[in-house]
Nanobody
Framework: QVQLVESGGGLVQPGGSLRLSCAASGSIFRSYARGWYRQAPGKQRELVAALTSGGSTNYADSVKGRFTISTNNAKNTVYLQMNSLKPEDTAVYYC?????????WGQGTQVTVSS
């Protein structure tokens, strides 16, 4: 059974940074593209960043140049470095494969950007 556990969220001021981590049970991230998603209150969950097994990346326009997705295959972990955070980045952040698998969603980690 696949388990994904996100961590690293918190409260940060606009312009600040956070690094999110996602630890996966098993080695699913070695075989599939990885993705970070987010869901803001009242909105649908959206893809934020994706990283293929070949190293290609894809970012939502709203985060390009500010967020970076990376991975540590030895640790079955995927990261999301978030810089220059804005209030509109406030959301619960989730990791999953890309495309996502419905049964893989974890609890997510809350990111709140506010002064």
């Amino acid at each position: 059974q696949v388990q994904l556990v996100e961590s690293g969220g918190g409260l940060v001021q606009p312009g600040g940074s956070l690094r999110l981590s996602c630890a996966a049970s098993g080695s699913i991230f070695r075989s599939y593209a990885r993705g970070w998603y987010r869901q803001a209150p009242g909105k649908q969950r959206e893809l934020v960043a994706a990283l293929t097994s070949g190293g290609s990346t894809n970012y939502a326009d709203s985060v390009k140049g500010r967020f970076t997705i990376s991975t540590n295959n030895a640790k079955n972990t995927v990261y999301l470095q978030m810089n220059s955070l804005k209030p509109e980045d406030t959301a619960v952040y989730y990791c999953n494969t890309y495309p996502s698998v419905p049964t893989y969603w974890g609890q997510g980690t809350q990111v709140t950007v506010s002064s």
